[in-house]
Nanobody, 126 residues
Framework: QVQLVESGGGLVQAGGSLRLSCAAS????????MGWIRQAPGKEREFVAA????????YYADSVKGRFTISRDNAKNTVYLQMNNLKPEVTAVYYC???????????????????WGQGTQVTVSS
């Protein structure tokens, strides 16, 4: 079992930055691919970014490439999403997700995962 708890969301002005964190419990964290998904009001869930179990590979939605960076620290059982140059259109609830063990990154775009966090709100004002 893996439990995921997100933090770091909040209200920020356009152009600002936020770093989301996702703390995971469970001994198998280091064998799971991790990712971030978001859902804006009235819209479907959308893949944002994923990172391999080792941290050696990452994958991003085209809409966030160059502005968002996903990383993980397996020693701390934590995955991060650094979000820079934020725009109002990224306002959404952001969910941390995990799938595995050893799920390949392309599969992380499927929106089907073994575990989900409760979500954290990110609001970008113009």
């Amino acid at each position: 079992q893996v439990q995921l708890v997100e933090s770091g969301g909040g209200l920020v002005q356009a152009g600002g930055s936020l770093r989301l964190s996702c703390a995971a419990s469970g001994r198998t964290f280091s064998s799971y691919a991790m990712g971030w998904i978001r859902q804006a009001p009235g819209k479907e869930r959308e893949f944002v970014a994923a990172i391999s179990w080792s941290g050696g590979s990452t994958y991003y939605a085209d809409s966030v490439k160059g502005r968002f960076t996903i990383s993980r620290d397996n020693a701390k059982n934590t995955v991060y999403l650094q979000m820079n140059n934020l725009k109002p259109e990224v306002t959404a609830v952001y969910y941390c997700v995990a799938d595995g063990p050893y799920t390949i990154l392309v599969a992380m775009t499927s929106l089907n995962y073994d575990y989900w966090g409760q979500g954290t709100q990110v609001t970008v004002s113009s």
